[in-house]
């Protein structure tokens, strides 16, 4: 599994250009950097593998403080084969070579597929929080150290 980071220059690969779901995807995910333009790392990617975008993952915005948070998402069609484990592992990966010393993540405030993962990866529950637009989620965190 290969990530791509989100740039203009993404949106006009043929995959991108044939799927509106992936159109729509790129441009929103576009829209939410600083003038549209990603700080690599740290941006939104598509995973690929063998040439099919199998799902999505992000920082969620710049380190601040030593900390980063994640984000993924592995599309319907693909979901069952580890896809999301690998993207998060891959932005773990990125954030510790870049001196992350927190990673975080949010689920939903249930026991699910999201947090078994990371449970698996070795973050650690932190609590409940509240979100302004999504309500009451659970956080993780985990150490960038290796």
């Known amino acids: 599994m290969n990530l791509v980071a989100i740039t203009q220059e993404l949106t006009s690969r043929q995959e991108i250009q044939s799927s509106d779901f992936l159109k729509d995807l790129c441009v929103s ?13 740290w941006a939104g990617y598509l995973g690929e ?19 980063v948070e994640i984000a993924y998402f592995t599309f319907p069609e693909h979901e069952g084969r580890g896809v999301a484990t690998l993207m998060a592992q891959s932005l773990i990966d990125l954030a510790k070579q870049y001196g992350v010393v927190m990673i975080k993540a949010q689920t939903l405030p249930e026991k699910n597929v999201s947090t078994h993962i990371l449970e698996k990866l070795g973050f650690k529950f932190s609590g409940s929080v509240i979100q302004p637009t999504d309500g009451q989620v659970w956080e993780w965190h985990r150490s960038g150290a290796a």
């Open 29 to 41: 995910t576009i829209a939410m950097y600083p003038n549209g333009i990603p700080m690599l790392p």
């Open 49 to 67: 593998e063998q040439g099919v975008f199998i799902g999505t993952c992000a920082f969620k915005a710049l380190p601040e403080f030593g900390e």
